[in-house]
């Protein structure tokens, strides 16, 4: 096979990949793409002889320039979003990654129920000065465990915030009804 033709196979197959690369910043872009360059050159010369099927070969193991550019820019994302430390970033960051597949969907769950759960001890913290009979941690006769809000009836009992329940039930929002009155773990006077 020409040299030529290897060239221009293998540089059409650079420029689809770096057609699909374009949230990446233009200097880590080209940086990727020369990589990429010499990874594939490399590849090639490792053979004994060039032809047209040794070079669709490496390219096919190198991977569709979609797929790669894909798993790049979300690698790049997550780099970005651990760098930043914001909130915003990291959730946003997890959520583009968890439309690309089910790692990426359970990351972003659980990153949504530690920020719930964050926020729900925050809320906790500043609101128990103001209420503090309906700001605790409670205890149902269900033998559930909640961290938030309760609505103060006895009967209709409904608590708000962060709910577990042995063995393995874990609820972020509004528990369900209580056959009976909750009571504040930790206040003496209500044992």
């Given at each position: 096979m020409c040299a030529d033709n290897v060239d221009i196979r293998i540089e059409e197959y650079l420029a689809c990949l770096q057609k699909n690369l374009s949230k990446l910043p233009n200097a880590e872009r080209d940086e990727l793409i020369e990589e990429m360059r010499c990874h594939i050159l490399e590849r090639i010369a490792d053979e004994d002889q060039v032809s047209g099927d040794v070079v669709s070969r490496v390219l096919t193991a190198?991977?569709?320039?979609?797929?790669?550019?894909?798993?790049?820019?979300?690698?790049?994302?997550?780099?970005?979003?651990?760098?930043?430390?914001?909130?915003?970033?990291?959730?946003?960051?997890?959520?583009?990654?968890?439309?690309?597949?089910?790692?990426?969907?359970?990351?972003?769950?659980?990153?949504?129920?530690?920020?719930?759960?964050?926020?729900?001890?925050?809320?906790?913290?500043?609101?128990?000065?103001?209420?503090?009979?309906r700001i605790g941690l409670w205890l149902s006769p269900e033998h559930t465990l909640t961290l938030g809000y309760w609505n103060g009836r006895l009967s209709g009992t409904e608590v708000y915030g962060i709910s577990v329940r042995p063995p393995i039930s874990f609820v972020l929002g509004t528990q369900s009804a209580t056959n009976g009155p909750v009571r504040e773990i930790g206040d003496s006077a209500a044992w």
């Open positions: 190198v991977g569709e320039p979609k797929q790669l550019a894909s798993q790049y820019e979300t690698e790049y994302m997550l780099r970005q979003a651990a760098r930043s430390r914001s909130p915003l970033v990291l959730l946003g960051s997890t959520l583009k990654w968890g439309t690309k597949g089910i790692t990426g969907f359970v990351a972003f769950a659980v990153t949504l129920a530690g920020y719930g759960c964050a926020a729900v001890g925050y809320l906790c913290a500043l609101l128990k000065p103001i209420l503090p009979e």
